[in-house]
């Protein structure tokens, strides 16, 4: 009996050390996922399938032409529409997701926009 109580006390501690350890990687884990997202953007109101097959070569021609940014280098990792189905017709399009390489660049072009009155 007393071998049992040992090896359930040992069991608990062992639990109580995976269970810190799991918190431990899970705040690590939100930490990574909030920096890999800090440098996305999000353009709203560009028609579906206005793109065409060159995603990010329209949008760095978007920004760059709508923005006043024409010697500036965006360095657009990735450029994509929104996850989901395509919407109706005259449903409101889905946004346009930018990776952008660097965070000053981000704030470059939001900075930009916001002194347009009216970008598109």
């Not at 996850?83 to 990776?99: D, E, T």
Request: glycine residues 4%; hydrophobic residues 35%.
């Amino acid at each position: 009996m007393a071998d049992m109580e040992e090896w359930s006390t040992e069991a608990e501690e062992v639990i109580c050390q995976a269970k810190v350890a799991q918190e431990s990687i899970q705040a690590k884990l939100t930490v990574l996922e909030s920096r890999s997202r800090r440098n996305n953007m999000h353009i709203y109101g560009i028609p579906e399938d206005a793109e065409g097959d060159k995603v990010q070569q329209f949008i760095e021609n978007f920004i760059k032409t709508k923005l006043s940014l024409p010697d500036t280098e965006l360095g657009i990792q990735r450029c994509h529409r929104a996850l989901g189905p395509k919407p109706p017709q005259n449903a409101i399009p889905r946004s346009v997701v930018i990776y952008l390489l660097e965070y000053r660049i981000k704030e470059l072009v939001l900075h930009s926009a916001w002194g347009k009155k009216n970008p598109s």
